[in-house]
C-alpha cells in the first residue's frame, strides 16, 4: 500500500489540492497507525527503531510544532480582520491556509517515520527505489502520450491544452520536470547498484560480444531504458532550470563519485558519458533538445538584455521583493501558506496580481516560518548529506553506494531547482523528496544483511 501510495500521489494534479492533500495525509497516516498496531502486536518497540533518526525527526517534529504553535495562537489571540496586522508575532495571517500547511507538513512526518518503521532491510529499500523509477516512466509515457495528441481536455477540473510543453498529470511543466530529476536521480543510483565496479579483465572479442549480450537482455538494461524515456520527457517539459539542474548534478556527483569510490569509477564514468551522449545527443537531437537550449541561450540576466524569454531578474522579482516581509518577521515569519496573503502588501511594481508563490522555495519557507523554520530543514538536509559520505566507501555493499549516488544527486538537483521554483510547495514533489531522504536513514552503513541487487 506504500508502494501504491508513492505511485498514486503524481496523478491528481500532483495532490495539489485540497482534497487530494486530505486523502494523500489520510493513506500515510492509516499506514502508520497499522504499522504501529504491528509493532506492538508483536512485542517491538517502536521507539527504539525510531531511536537513530532522532536528529532528523528533532528537525521535522520542530517544524510541525512551530507551523501548530502559528496556527493555535491565531485561534487564542483572534485571527486577522484585514484591517489590522497582529501585534503577535508568530500569529499566523491566514488560519485556513496554515492548517493546510500543517496538515501537509504532518504528512510529510508521517511519511519520514513509515519509510523507518515498514522498509526492514535492503531489498526493501530496493523495492521503493523499483517503484520510484517505475512511477517516474509512468509520468513520462502519460506526458508524452498527450503532447503527441496535442488534446485539449479538463482533468480534476483543470484545463489542459496539450502540444506545446508537457506536463503529464502535473499542472505545471517545471514541477513534472522536478519530479523526474529525483526519478532519474534514483535510476541511476539503481544502475550503480548493480554494477560491480570491478574491472574483469576481458581480452578476447568473444568475452566482449557474450558480455554486451548479456548486458542486452538483462533488467539493466531495462533500467537503462527507462532512464532515456525519463530523458526524453523531461527535455520535453523545456524547463530550463529542470533540465539545467539535473546535467550540473549529474556532472558534479558523478566526478565526486568516481573520486571517491573507485569501485564506481568505471561504471559511473560510462553511466554519465551514455547519458549525455546517447540522451542528449542522439535522442536529444530527436525530440527537440535544442529548444531547451534555445530558452536557456535566450534567458538574459537583466530586463534590459532580454531576448525574448523571461529574464532570471524578472523570474527573481517576487523573491526580491518578499524581502521587506522576512526582515518584517525574521525569525518566525508570517504563518504556513501565507505568501499569498501577505506578498500583495510587500509588491513593488507591476507583477501580475495573483502571484501563489515566491517561485524561490528558500524565501517561501523563510517567509512562512521564519529563518527558524528553513533552519529546521537545512539542518535535516545537512544530516542527511553528513550520513551519506558513509556509503561512498568502497566497502559499502553496492545498493548503498547506489543509494548514496541517487540520493546525493536527487538532492543536489532539488536544491539548484528550488532557487527559482517552488517544488517543495507541491505535495507529491515534496512527499517523495521526504521519502528520498528517508531512504537514507533506513540503510545500515556497517553491513549489508541481505546484498539486495537487480538480478
Not at 504491528?38 to 528537525?59: A, F, I, T
Not at 525569525?331 to 508563490?357: C, E, I, M, S
Not at 549516488?405 to 510547495?425: P, T, Y
Request: charged letters at 15%; aromatic letters at 12%.
Amino acid at each position: 500500500m506504500f508502494l501504491v501510495l508513492l505511485v498514486w500521489a503524481p496523478l491528481p494534479l500532483a495532490s495539489n489540492r485540497s482534497w487530494a492533500l486530505g486523502l494523500l495525509s489520510m493513506w500515510v497516516w492509516l499506514l502508520l497507525l497499522a504499522s504501529i498496531y504491528s509493532h506492538l502486536r508483536s512485542g517491538r518497540s517502536v521507539l527504539s527503531e525510531l531511536k537513530q533518526v532522532k536528529w532528523p525527526l528533532m528537525c521535522l517534529g520542530g517544524f510541525a510544532m512551530l507551523v501548530t504553535v502559528q496556527l493555535v495562537s491565531a485561534a487564542l489571540g483572534g485571527a486577522d480582520d484585514g484591517n489590522t496586522w497582529p501585534i503577535i508575532e508568530i500569529v499566523t495571517l491566514d488560519p485556513f491556509n496554515t492548517r493546510e500547511y500543517l496538515l501537509a507538513t504532518l504528512c510529510y512526518l508521517g511519511a519520514f517515520v513509515l519509510v523507518q518503521l515498514i522498509l526492514r532491510n535492503e531489498s526493501d529499500v530496493l523495492w521503493v527505489l523499483v517503484t520510484l523509477v517505475f512511477s517516474g516512466v509512468l509520468q513520462s509515457l502519460i506526458a508524452i502520450l498527450l503532447f503527441a495528441s496535442k488534446a485539449e481536455y479538463k482533468y480534476f477540473f483543470m484545463q489542459f491544452t496539450q502540444g506545446e510543453r508537457v506536463s503529464g498529470t502535473f499542472a505545471n511543466w517545471d514541477h513534472l520536470a522536478g519530479y523526474l530529476e529525483m526519478c532519474l536521480s534514483l535510476g541511476i543510483g539503481l544502475m550503480l547498484s548493480h554494477s560491480s565496479g570491478s574491472a574483469v579483465g576481458r581480452s578476447s572479442l568473444r568475452d566482449r560480444v557474450v558480455a554486451a549480450l548479456k548486458f542486452s537482455l538483462s533488467v539493466k538494461m531495462l533500467v537503462r531504458l527507462m532512464l532515456i524515456v525519463m530523458v526524453i520527457a523531461l527535455v520535453l517539459t523545456h524547463s530550463r532550470m529542470g533540465n539545467a539542474a539535473f546535467f550540473i548534478s549529474l556532472l558534479l556527483v558523478g566526478t565526486c563519485g568516481m573520486f571517491a569510490n573507485k569501485k564506481i569509477r568505471k561504471s559511473a564514468f560510462w553511466l554519465v558519458l551514455s547519458l549525455i551522449v546517447v540522451d542528449v545527443l542522439i535522442v536529444g537531437q530527436w525530440i527537440g533538445v535544442e529548444r531547451v537550449v534555445q530558452r536557456i541561450q535566450g534567458t538574459a540576466l537583466s530586463a534590459e538584455n532580454a531576448r525574448g524569454e523571461e529574464t532570471l531578474e524578472q523570474r527573481m522579482l517576487p523573491a526580491r521583493q518578499s524581502l521587506p516581509a522576512l526582515m518584517e518577521r525574521p525569525w518566525l515569519g508570517f504563518g504556513g501558506a501565507t505568501f499569498y496573503t501577505v506578498f500583495p502588501r510587500f509588491k513593488q511594481q507591476n507583477l501580475p496580481p495573483y502571484y501563489d508563490h515566491a517561485h524561490n522555495d528558500y524565501i517561501e519557507i523563510a517567509m512562512d516560518t521564519g529563518f527558524s523554520g528553513l533552519s529546521m530543514l537545512a539542518m535535516l538536509v545537512l544530516l542527511t548529506l553528513w550520513r551519506l559520505r558513509i556509503f561512498w566507501s568502497a566497502t559499502q555493499p553496492r545498493l548503498n553506494r547506489g543509494v548514496a549516488f541517487g540520493v546525493s544527486m536527487a538532492i543536489l538537483c532539488e536544491l539548484i531547482h528550488s532557487f527559482v521554483d517552488f517544488n517543495f510547495q507541491i505535495p507529491a514533489n515534496a512527499l517523495t523528496f521526504t521519502v528520498v531522504i528517508a531512504l537514507v536513514w533506513v540503510l545500515n552503513p556497517s553491513y549489508s544483511r541481505f546484498n539486495a541487487s537487480i538480478t
